[in-house]
T-cell receptor, first 116, second 112 residues
Framework: DAGVIQSPRHEVTEMGQEVTLRCKPI?????LFWYRQTMMRGLELLIY????????DSGMPEDRFSAKMPNASFSTLKIQPSEPRDSAVYFC??????????????FGEGSRLTVL | GQQLNQSPQSMFIQEGEDVSMNCTSS?????WLWYKQDPGEGPVLLIA?????ELTSNGRLTAQFGITRKDSFLNISASIPSDVGIYFC????????????FGSGTQLTVLP
């Protein structure tokens, strides 16, 4: 079975450029999470969606970050304009939620972003 | 910021040895989970704990949910080379809906 699919796996860009990260959750999962991982701050939740609706975006660093989930099988995380401090590994994770939260998330392989 | 204190930060052990790592917090958690991350991969769930005092095993792994709800430990018995990786504790704070808070990770190296 296909897991969470993220693209691109690696991206190197210059400061000021727009970056778009993509995620395809596991089929049948109704919750999707975007995390950022850095050495300094570890794994941080940026935003999560339930049934394609953003539920909590309090972790989104600032207005330069935006996330969308136009349908159950696709989500994007966009950074515009990008800055060097945005360099990190961005993970997408999905789960199935039916009222009882097990806490189990299925992570993708991550998108490593480097902003020069 | 981080609300989970995970220790140790790194461990170097000989193959066959047992390993123990733990997480503590000043806050009460409803759920404790342990994830493992291999290089270039996303974290994968190892064990989930849902009740205070719960002790759960998964093969050579054993984890416990502290009675106070503020701590958890993970033990790995008879370590093998494929145990190498970063181990993260994670928890759901009481009243935090579906958000998971992750610890800073324990980097485990198993020497032959």
């Amino acid at each position: 079975d296909a897991g969470v699919i993220q693209s691109p796996r690696h991206e190197v860009t210059e400061m000021g450029q727009e970056v778009t990260l993509r995620c395809k959750p596991i089929s049948g999962h109704n919750s999707l999470f975007w995390y950022r991982q850095t050495m300094m701050r570890g794994l941080e939740l940026l935003i999560y969606f339930n049934n394609n609706v953003p539920i909590d975006d309090s972790g989104m660093p600032e207005d330069r970050f935006s996330a969308k989930m136009p349908n159950a099988s696709f989500s994007t995380l966009k950074i515009q304009p990008s800055e060097p401090r945005d360099s990190a590994v961005y993970f997408c994770a999905s789960s199935f939620y039916a009222g009882v939260d097990t806490g189990e998330l299925f992570f993708g392989e991550g998108s490593r972003l480097t902003v020069l | 910021g981080q609300q989970l204190n995970q220790s140790p930060q790194s461990m170097f052990i000989q193959e066959g040895e047992d390993v123990s790592m733990n997480c503590t917090s000043s806050s009460i958690f409803n759920t404790w989970l342990w994830y493992k991350q291999d290089p270039g991969e996303g974290p994968v769930l190892l064990i989930a704990l849902y009740k205070a005092g719960e002790l759960t095993s998964n093969g050579r792994l054993t984890a416990q949910f502290g009675i106070t709800r503020k701590d958890s430990f993970l033990n790995i018995s008879a370590s093998i080379p494929s145990d190498v990786g970063i181990y993260f504790c994670a928890g759901q704070l009481r009243g935090s809906a579906r958000q998971l808070t992750f610890g800073s990770g324990t980097q485990l190296t198993v020497l032959p």
